[in-house]
């Protein structure tokens, strides 16, 4: 949740507002709202702080569900706060501390998210690969034609890089070793690949990749989100490229 004004009282908090783009928020029975609690407060980072809201709380409710391009599955909606009473003992964190509360899950959230691009062009890989050897023109398989061969050889090494990548970076943060910048790395350069991997698996099938009785369509549109959520792909180039200038410092 966006940061929000929140009266104090005694022994609670009001939140109002409204949260757009929140995943899973018609099925989730509980919400974590990042609120300004110290408006005041300089940096205006040191006066947000994370509540916890459960479903069923007076003045909690959550509006239309979004229809989204893609991800259809993932259902999202708005989430709608109208002089909503969050007792103190809701807070999770400290007092002020909802920004560390936000970032000390942002990098592994990053990281977990790599594994959707991942499965993406898999399945790309999977529908496209048996086609080309199955479809035929000019008298044999389209997949022998060099310029498919060529898509061939792009997925492939797209996938095996993206999967190196992420496996390797997710090997150290088991270990405790987790940098920001890999993090973004891992999502940023995943989710990008799988978008192309998509689009090269439409051009495999052709007019077949076009139309919704093949699942081309439907893996590029959901490719297409990882290159949004948990911060755009412009943010991530920003994540790492700063974490590069604090060394020259």
Same mark, same amino acid.
């Given at each position: 949740?966006?940061?929000?004004?929140?009266?104090?009282?005694?022994?609670?908090?009001?939140?109002?507002?409204?949260?757009?783009?929140?995943?899973?928020?018609?099925?989730?029975?509980?919400?974590?709202?990042?609120?300004?609690?110290?408006?005041? !407060?300089? /940096?205006?980072? @040191?006066?947000?702080? #994370? *509540?916890?809201?459960?479903? &069923?709380?007076?003045?909690?409710?959550?509006?239309?569900?979004?229809?989204?391009?893609?991800?259809?599955?993932?259902?999202?909606?708005?989430?709608?706060?109208?002089?909503?009473?969050?007792?103190?003992?809701?807070?999770?964190?400290?007092?002020?501390?909802?920004?560390?509360?936000?970032?000390?899950?942002?990098?592994?959230?990053?990281?977990?998210?790599?594994?959707?691009?991942?499965?993406?062009?898999?399945?790309?890989?999977?529908? !496209?690969? /048996?086609?080309? @050897?199955?479809?035929? #023109? *000019?008298?044999?398989?389209? &997949?022998?034609?060099?310029?498919?061969?060529?898509?061939?050889?792009?997925?492939?090494?797209?996938?095996?890089?993206?999967?190196?990548?992420?496996?390797?970076?997710?090997?150290?943060?088991?270990?405790?070793?987790?940098?920001?910048?890999?993090?973004?790395?891992?999502?940023?350069?995943?989710?990008?690949?799988?978008?192309?991997?998509?689009?090269?698996?439409?051009?495999?099938?052709?007019?077949?990749?076009?139309?919704?009785?093949?699942?081309?369509?439907?893996?590029?549109?959901?490719?297409?989100?990882?290159?949004?959520?948990?911060?755009?792909?412009?943010?991530?180039?920003?994540?790492?490229?700063?974490?590069?200038?604090?060394?020259?410092?």
């Amino acid at each position: 949740m966006a940061p929000t004004p929140v009266p104090i009282h005694r022994d609670y908090y009001v939140l109002n507002g409204n949260k757009f783009w929140i995943t899973n928020g018609p099925d989730a029975d509980v919400v974590i709202v990042y609120a300004k609690s110290n408006p005041s !407060a300089q /940096p205006a980072s @040191h006066g947000i702080t #994370a *509540f916890i809201v459960e479903k &069923g709380t007076p003045g909690f409710s959550t509006a239309q569900k979004l229809d989204k391009l893609g991800m259809r599955g993932s259902n999202t909606c708005e989430l709608v706060f109208e002089d909503c009473k969050i007792p103190e003992k809701n807070i999770l964190g400290h007092l002020g501390k909802g920004v560390y509360v936000l970032m000390s899950g942002l990098d592994l959230e990053r990281l977990v998210l790599s594994g959707g691009p991942l499965g993406i062009m898999q399945a790309v890989l999977d529908h !496209a690969f /048996p086609y080309l @050897h199955t479809r035929e #023109a *000019f008298g044999q398989k389209i &997949g022998h034609f060099q310029l498919m061969q060529g898509k061939i050889a792009d997925m492939y090494t797209r996938l095996a890089v993206c999967r190196q990548y992420v496996y390797n970076v997710a090997k150290a943060c088991d270990k405790g070793h987790v940098t920001p910048r890999d993090c973004a790395g891992t999502i940023l350069y995943s989710a990008e690949c799988a978008t192309q991997v998509a689009l090269d698996g439409i051009q495999c099938l052709g007019g077949n990749g076009y139309i919704n009785d093949y699942p081309m369509g439907r893996f590029l549109r959901d490719a297409k989100l990882y290159e949004i959520g948990a911060g755009t792909s412009e943010v991530r180039r920003l994540v790492i490229g700063r974490s590069f200038n604090a060394l020259y410092k």
